[in-house]
């Protein structure tokens, strides 16, 4: 059974850092695409960032004043582990952040609430407080 399990979620003052983690398992996710995506509440579910098997990296470009330059997508595939790296957060990355794995990820940069993916993991909650 496959399986994606976000860590790392919390809550943290504006301007703090955080790092999650989702760990794969059910199967291998080398030549997969892994992604992370997040979830206001009243919002859609919207792409951050993406890291495709041969290290392309992706970040949403026009989402909270742009988490490119502030967040860092990495990938251990030893571990079958992604990972984001989410440093100067705003009240506005407040968010459940999922983490998402695809053989391609080609519906992932359409816009808000239209991704598909293989698999999705559970979610988990970021606070950012002002």
């Known amino acids: 059974q496959v399986q994606l399990v976000e860590s790392g979620g919390g809550l943290v003052q504006a301007g703090g850092s955080l790092r999650l983690s989702c760990a794969a398992s059910?199967?291998?996710?080398?030549?997969?695409?892994m992604g992370w995506f997040r979830q206001a509440p009243g919002k859609e579910r919207e792409f951050v960032a993406s890291?495709?098997?041969?290290?392309?990296?992706?970040?949403?470009?026009n989402v909270a004043d742009s988490v490119k330059g502030r967040f860092t997508i990495s990938r251990d595939n030893a571990k079958n582990t992604v990972y984001l790296q989410m440093t100067r957060l705003k009240p506005e990355d407040t968010a459940v952040y999922f983490c998402?794995?695809?053989?391609?990820?080609?519906?992932?940069?359409?816009?808000?609430?239209?991704?598909?993916?293989?698999?999705w993991g559970q979610g988990t909650q970021v606070t950012v407080s002002s």
């Open positions: 998402a794995a695809d053989r391609y990820g080609s519906s992932w940069y359409g816009g808000p609430g239209r991704a598909s993916s293989d698999y």
């Open positions: 890291h495709k098997w041969r290290g392309i990296t992706t970040y949403a470009a």
């Open positions: 059910g199967r291998t996710f080398t030549s997969y695409a």
